[in-house]
């Protein structure tokens, strides 16, 4: 398939996904939202990708939120269609992969940014980058999940802290409360990223694609996240990869999944 908006690498069982709208600081329009969901299925179906970086293109900015320009005429059911629509089919949709989704944040990562930042498994981030929910400055609230995921990764108070000030944090401040697990420098984030995804790929694609579901099971209302992961658990049982990692483990040589 071919994008406008976004670009597709893939090295070994790597796959990177960089956001391509440089001149508005990779704004997610429309066309935008609606590539990342074909990639992340087409990525998903071909069987080859072990782990997903998805970062921005040019230096400045990971993505400086929703296209503000496309939703500054909305009406209340458009509102709600926009966001119903895009957590669905992108931020829901990246969270619940199968496939881990890794978010190198080189520079502002903003609203929708961040969002889609926090609907990844996990973020690393460059020095130079900048984290916020500004919504609340624009007269809406964060509607791709902000408001559940940033309490969820940060805490409550600071999440309404965040939201409540529309102010940004940088690296180190987002390192501190928890929104990123390590801060580098810009030439040092894709590297960083891939070195993280190298380890991914040593372990079982099924058993992580099974912690995933366990682990986002516990934030999820009205599902048990203890029964799920006692699920996925006995469902590792019945897979060639547990054969062969409690195999490798006790022949004393490296499981090959
Ligand atoms: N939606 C649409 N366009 C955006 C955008 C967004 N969220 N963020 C940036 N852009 C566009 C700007 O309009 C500008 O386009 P232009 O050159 O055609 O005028 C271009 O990207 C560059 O942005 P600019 O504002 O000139 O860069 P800056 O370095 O002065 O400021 C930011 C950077 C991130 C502080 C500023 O762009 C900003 O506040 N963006 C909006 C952030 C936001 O509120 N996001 C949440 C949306 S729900």
Redesign the pocket.
């Known amino acids: 398939m071919s994008y406008n908006n976004i670009l597709i690498e893939q090295d070994d069982n790597i796959t990177t996904i960089t956001i391509n709208r440089p001149?508005?600081?990779?704004?997610?329009?429309r066309e935008t939202l609606s590539e990342l969901h074909n990639a992340f299925v087409e990525i998903e179906g071909d069987k080859t990708t072990r782990v997903i970086i998805l970062t921005g293109s040019g230096e400045?900015?990971f993505?400086?939120?929703?296209?503000?320009?496309?939703?500054s005429d909305f009406e209340v059911k458009e509102g709600t269609a926009l966001a119903k629509q895009g957590q669905k089919l992108v931020f829901d949709f990246i969270e619940n992969l199968s496939i881990p989704v890794i978010a190198a944040i080189n520079g502002?990562a903003?609203?929708?940014?961040l969002e889609l930042a926090m609907a990844c498994h996990f973020r690393i981030a460059s020095d130079n980058a900048?984290m916020?929910?500004?919504?609340t400055?624009?007269g809406?609230i964060?509607?791709y999940g902000g408001t559940q995921r940033l309490p969820q990764l940060v805490g409550k108070g600071k999440a309404m802290e965040m939201i409540m000030t529309?102010r940004?944090i940088n690296a180190d401040e987002a390192l501190k409360v928890g929104l990123v697990n390590y801060t580098v420098t810009q030439e040092e984030l894709l590297p960083l990223a891939e070195n993280l995804a190298s380890k991914i790929i040593q372990n079982s694609p099924l058993a992580i694609a099974s912690a995933i579901k366990a682990v986002n099971a516990g934030f999820k209302d009205g599902v048990n996240g203890y029964d799920k992961e006692i699920k996925q658990f006995g469902k590792c049982f019945g897979t060639d990869d547990f054969t062969e990692g409690t195999t490798a483990f006790l022949e004393k040589r490296k499981a090959n999944f």
């Not at 001149?23 to 329009?29: D, T």
């Not at 993505?63 to 939703?71: K, L, M, T």
């Not at 903003?110 to 940014?113: F, Q, T, V």
């Open positions: 001149s508005k600081l990779n704004a997610l329009n400045k900015a993505v400086a939120g929703a296209d503000i320009s496309e939703f502002f903003l609203g929708g940014g900048k916020g929910l500004p919504e400055s624009l809406v964060p509607g529309a940004m």
